[in-house]
């Protein structure tokens, strides 16, 4: 079996040159889209899939964090369920069925993603509940891209934010590779329970999944191990129009070559909401995946 190093792909670090002129700043993207199952999620997906002892792995996800524990289960040879909304993307969707596992639609409506898993797994009752990222497995999977971002020397780094897991792995590998970068979140403005965490000192829930454009983010809050580290590590957290994560999608596809889904985009779209906080900065943003429908991906670009 490998080891979550040998099994994943480096991250692709760009910096792109009219992007850069058009912003004024000196900017380094981190891209994530080029990884196994097209995000970030492919190292907390196989870095849990692969310490866990049981053979069969249920979780909830949008859709990039079920991609990437079915695909690792597949390598692995486990067996892998993947609730999911019924308003994830399509591509997502055929996606974690391509890769073997088990899709559960439901209407959130009608049934939260953690009540319709704990069903599951009333059903199967020795199969491992993954979280996309309240888990200390996850957190050290994605850790594994702070490490690569450690090798440089930003003045601040910006993380999408949706449950957490990406900015406390983040989080803990910068402070382990003694770089003091301020960590900036990214988080859309319709789902802000991270920034309104921050604010108040205490763990903040969404009354109901925020139908923000960004459906990585659509999340009801924090996890529990993320908020432990996010609470002393993280600078600050963006609120992120809707507007302006459509503007960044559009941008990165224009000046930055680069295919991106809503989520990925938001690092981009916090430099457009509050760009006096990042002048004269060497900034690292991250992309976190490109995973998006080929018509909403239309749509964003037309608009």
């Given at each position: 079996?490998?080891?979550l190093?040998e099994?994943?792909?480096?991250?692709v670090?760009l910096?792109?040159?009219?992007?850069n002129?058009?912003?004024?700043?000196?900017?380094?993207?981190?891209?994530?889209?080029?990884?196994?199952?097209g995000s970030?999620k492919?190292?907390?997906g196989?870095?849990t899939?692969?310490?866990v002892?049981?053979e069969h792995l249920i979780?909830?996800?949008s859709?990039n964090?079920?991609?990437?524990l079915?695909y690792a289960?597949?390598?692995l040879g486990?067996?892998?369920h993947v609730?999911?909304p019924?308003?994830?993307a399509?591509?997502?969707?055929?996606?974690?069925?391509?890769?073997?596992a088990i899709?559960?639609l439901?209407?959130?409506?009608?049934?939260?993603?953690?009540d319709r898993v704990l069903?599951l797994?009333d059903?199967?009752?020795d199969?491992y509940k993954?979280?996309?990222y309240?888990d200390p497995?996850?957190i050290?999977?994605?850790?594994?891209?702070?490490?690569?971002i450690s090798?440089?020397d930003?003045?601040t780094v910006i993380?999408p934010?949706?449950?957490g897991?990406l900015i406390s792995?983040?989080?803990?590998?910068?402070?382990?590779?003694?770089?003091?970068a301020?960590l900036?979140?990214?988080e859309?403005e319709?789902?802000?329970?991270?920034?309104?965490?921050?604010?108040n000192?205490?763990?903040?829930?969404?009354?109901?999944?925020p139908?923000?454009?960004?459906?990585?983010?659509r999340t009801l809050s924090?996890?529990?191990h993320?908020w432990e580290?996010?609470?002393?590590g993280?600078?600050?957290i963006v609120?992120?129009?809707e507007?302006?994560?459509?503007?960044?999608?559009?941008t990165?596809?224009?000046l930055?070559?680069?295919?991106?889904?809503?989520?990925?985009?938001?690092?981009l779209?916090?430099i457009?909401?509050?760009?006096e906080?990042?002048?004269?900065?060497?900034v690292?943003?991250?992309?976190?995946?490109g995973?998006?429908d080929?018509e909403?991906?239309r749509?964003?670009l037309s608009?």
């Amino acid at each position: 079996m490998k080891t979550l190093l040998e099994a994943i792909r480096p991250t692709v670090f760009l910096k792109p040159e009219k992007l850069n002129t058009y912003l004024n700043l000196d900017l380094t993207i981190a891209t994530e889209t080029f990884q196994h199952t097209g995000s970030f999620k492919f190292r907390a997906g196989y870095n849990t899939a692969s310490k866990v002892a049981q053979e069969h792995l249920i979780t909830a996800s949008s859709g990039n964090f079920g991609q990437a524990l079915a695909y690792a289960c597949k390598i692995l040879g486990k067996r892998c369920h993947v609730v999911m909304p019924e308003t994830s993307a399509k591509v997502k969707i055929d996606s974690v069925r391509s890769y073997g596992a088990i899709v559960d639609l439901i209407d959130t409506a009608k049934v939260s993603r953690e009540d319709r898993v704990l069903q599951l797994l009333d059903e199967f009752p020795d199969a491992y509940k993954a979280s996309a990222y309240d888990d200390p497995l996850v957190i050290e999977g994605n850790s594994s891209l702070g490490d690569e971002i450690s090798q440089f020397d930003f003045d601040t780094v910006i993380v999408p934010v949706g449950g957490g897991g990406l900015i406390s792995g983040t989080s803990l590998a910068l402070c382990r590779n003694g770089k003091n970068a301020a960590l900036i979140g990214a988080e859309p403005e319709m789902a802000n329970d991270a920034a309104r965490s921050l604010r108040n000192g205490e763990l903040v829930r969404n009354d109901s999944e925020p139908q923000t454009i960004a459906d990585g983010a659509r999340t009801l809050s924090l996890g529990k191990h993320n908020w432990e580290i996010i609470k002393d590590g993280v600078s600050e957290i963006v609120e992120v129009s809707e507007e302006n994560i459509r503007k960044a999608l559009q941008t990165l596809f224009g000046l930055a070559n680069l295919k991106v889904e809503p989520t990925g985009a938001l690092g981009l779209g916090a430099i457009f909401q509050k760009p006096e906080i990042f002048s004269g900065k060497t900034v690292c943003v991250i992309v976190s995946g490109g995973n998006v429908d080929a018509e909403v991906y239309r749509r964003i670009l037309s608009s």
